[in-house]
């Protein structure tokens, strides 16, 4: 049973009529797991080989893809400066994919603060000012990263993986003859909008849940407490996010 939920089971079940499932997808940065749980008698419990999942889609994979979108646009001379400074110093690299993590988190928690993890080159972030590009063009970096061609998906991309997921649990419930009561989305990658727009397309009758907590409220398909804390923010709230 995932952690986030072993506290909130009494408020969940409720929303569990007997003998009725609930799906939880753990979006994460390295797998995405899928467990289905059956309301009995007002306990969840697991359903027999229904935990399933992707043990490569994680959203590690975007880093890459957002590192790339910086890059193209950068100042010529910015861009020919930064390939000079790898050559000479490649192990750099990784450490501003890292940053371009940060911008991601930033982008889609704008209470997450960017941090710093190791020292970079001075030279290496005055040729990449992510600080800048990123709250600029973050929906169109953005909208790029997840329809990028990625070689971990064979020229897929993340969101065409996303789909597969998602219909890996669709035929799940087809084959039970029912949909879903409720599907919990959690983990951080879970926070991106086109996952709860995709699963809420997919299951239109399924109480959708992204994050802790929201099982209380009433409405149908329940986004977090804010909806800021779903879509990304605007620059102005992503270049506060961004400042190290």
């Given at each position: 049973k995932p952690k986030q939920m072993a506290g909130q089971e009494n408020d969940i079940v409720r929303w569990i009529p007997d003998g009725k499932y609930l799906v939880t997808i753990d979006w994460g940065s390295s797998t995405t797991d899928i467990t289905s749980m059956?309301?009995?008698g007002g306990k969840l419990n697991l359903i027999k080989d229904s935990e399933s999942g992707n043990m490569w889609l994680g959203a590690r994979?975007?880093?890459r893809a957002i590192y790339e979108a910086v890059v193209r646009r950068l100042k010529d001379e910015d861009r020919r400066q930064l390939e000079v400074s790898l050559v000479d110093n490649p192990q750099e690299q990784p450490r501003l994919v890292a940053f371009c993590r940060f911008a991601k988190e930033a982008y889609f928690n704008a209470t997450a603060p960017m941090r710093e993890t190791g020292s970079f080159m001075v030279l290496a972030v005055r040729y990449f000012p992510i600080d800048e590009i990123f709250p600029a063009h973050c929906q169109e970096i953005?909208?790029?990263a997840v329809n990028a061609p990625l070689p971990e998906f064979d020229g897929?991309?993340?969101l065409d993986e996303c789909r597969r997921l998602l219909e890996q649990v669709l035929k799940f419930s087809e084959n039970r003859g029912c949909p879903p009561?409720?599907?919990y989305l959690t983990g951080?990658?879970?926070?991106?909008d086109f996952v709860f727009e995709q699963t809420t397309?997919?299951?239109p009758d399924a109480r959708v849940v992204a994050g802790a907590g929201s099982f209380r409220k009433s409405s149908n398909n329940i986004r977090r407490h804010s909806a800021r804390t779903c879509r990304g923010p605007g620059r102005r709230t992503a270049k506060r996010a961004l400042r190290v």
């Open positions: 059956e309301n009995r994979y975007l880093d953005m909208a790029e897929r991309s993340w009561a409720a599907i951080g990658a879970s926070k991106m397309a997919l299951f």
